[in-house]
């Protein structure tokens, strides 16, 4: 491994300040104690991360989001998982084609997706309801679930399930006993990334969400257009937070680098 | 063995893509099938959506200035901004790659780790930089290097800078991942036989990352190019791009037919561009390596 030359390290730190400063920003406007946008000049106060609390609107648009990012990431699961099967195990006409319409949605604007379900659910009644919500965010991570369990299966050796059917195991016997243990890390993996992409999710979500099913991304745009203050910053720097606690314990069971590459490609 | 479970034993594959081929057809097919047609529609201000048939929607953003204008801002930016995420995203993949660890996992982290975090709380933060007040032009003006603040706010420049910051780590991402497939042994190969780090760079690495950053292009370009956000709250009314007139179209103006139109162009418009990209590549290695 050879070393880095002057002009290397001085790119790389300026690249690492271009990354961090926005977010670095929004974590030190967060502590100010004055009413307007400032940086905390006069001493550290948690003054608009009380005021997060005494807004409902942002704490129910929070819930609302978590408990969205939970149910789809976990059907778009429950479907990636007999798909990526059929496409990693078998070879059957129409393979391939199946498996290009299952990662479309990547190629599809999101707010091309947003039209079309705004659309979609005005014409058969489920415009505004948490299930259409559901399953419009279950089409848009579909692709980074699948991708992630497909990963797992196709390295997967068929040897310990051999034996279990030469035993007399049935078939789900040996998915449950063999298969799905040994696929669980990509099946957590794809978890995470589909519900990280559902909670984030904002471009589709604004043409789809109601005023009962706000999301806190949607929440947050709508009051961002209006007035960028304080409290915004606080709770912007709280998400920070938690992303980055949540990313720390990702990188040490995943590494993020293999379970973004996922995302990107 | 192996055989016997794949033709016999196992559930067919047919039965096992169902659920997902079911759920395809209902909420992806369906939705786009009725945007495709309601971009035939007319509409009126009194009465809504016509149910007749025509080019119009289409004509009229075809020939519209104003719809140009927005077309050409739209991917000219994202051209703009795939270059910038290149020139910035590759050294800086080959520079942590170089990297020993614990620093290589820790300037990963804080290089991917912002795709973690919501993309309005991003943009917020180049917001809260770009303002009058913001640390930039207090920087610059406290260098003395302007006299007046430098306008960034609801210019394109601050829509590129914050759209690079947004989409960089996709394009590191892909070159780190071709520059782990690339063998040390071949640069230092190369060092050995008396070439010049410069050299080694120039013929040995660049040509072997190139498929990194060629695909790290297409998805930055893609996503640069459907952008909704960073355009939205650092543009503002000013400075639409498609993906926000589309939005106006929908939700403000009312009219569904036109912003299916507006949608369905941009995206004949982005397959177009990522099938004929693909298409150039892999004649280009197909030449090189075929």
Known sequence: MSKNGPIALIFHTAFIVFMLAPLVVVCLVAFTSKGYISMPTEGFSLRWFRAILENPDFIDAFLMSLYLAIVSASIALAISVPASLAIARHRFPGRAAFTAFFLSPLMIPHVVLGVSFLRFFTEVGLSGTFIGLALSHVIIIMPYALRLVLASVTGLSRDAESAAVSLGASNWTVFRRITLPLIVPGIAGGWVLAFITSFDELTMTVFVASPSTITLPVRMYNHITETIDPLIASLSAALIFVTVIFMVILDRLYGLDKLLVGRGN | ?290
């Open chain 2, 1 to 290: 063995m192996a055989e016997a479970i794949a033709r016999g034993k196992l559930i067919p594959p047919y039965l096992l893509s169902t659920p997902a081929l079911l759920l395809y057809c209902a909420l992806l097919l369906t939705p786009m099938l009725m945007t495709f047609l309601l971009s035939f529609n007319s509409f009126d201000l009194y009465t809504g959506i016509k149910p007749d048939y025509s080019l119009a929607n289409y004509l009229e953003v075809i020939q519209d200035k104003y719809f140009h204008v927005i077309f050409l801002r739209t991917f000219g930016m994202a051209l703009v901004v795939t270059l910038i995420c290149a020139l910035l995203g590759a050294p800086e993949a080959y520079i942590l790659n170089r990297m020993a660890n614990p620093w290589k996992s820790l300037f990963l982290l804080a290089v991917l780790g912002p795709l973690l975090i919501s993309v309005v709380v991003r943009t917020l933060g180049w917001a809260l930089l770009f303002g009058k007040e913001g640390a930039i032009n207090q920087t610059l003006m406290g260098l003395g290097l302007v006299d007046e603040p430098v306008k960034l706010i609801f210019t394109s420049t601050g829509v590129v800078i914050a759209l690079v910051h947004v989409l960089v780590p996709f394009m590191v991402i892909s070159v780190w991942a071709s520059l782990q497939k690339l063998d040390p042994a071949t640069e230092r190969a190369g060092l050995s036989l008396g070439a010049s780090q410069f050299t080694v760079l120039r013929r040995v690495v660049v040509p072997q990352v190139m498929p990194g950053v060629l695909s790290g292009s297409l998805i930055v370009f893609a996503l640069t190019a459907s952008a909704f956000a960073t355009p939205a709250i650092l543009g503002g009314r000013r400075l639409k791009v498609v993906a926000t007139t589309a939005y106006d179209e929908y939700l403000n103006t009312l009219n569904w037919p036109l912003g299916a139109a507006i949608a369905i162009l941009l995206l004949v418009a982005n397959v177009i561009i990522i099938t004929s990209y693909n298409r150039v590549i892999e004649k280009k290695y197909a030449e090189a390596f075929g």
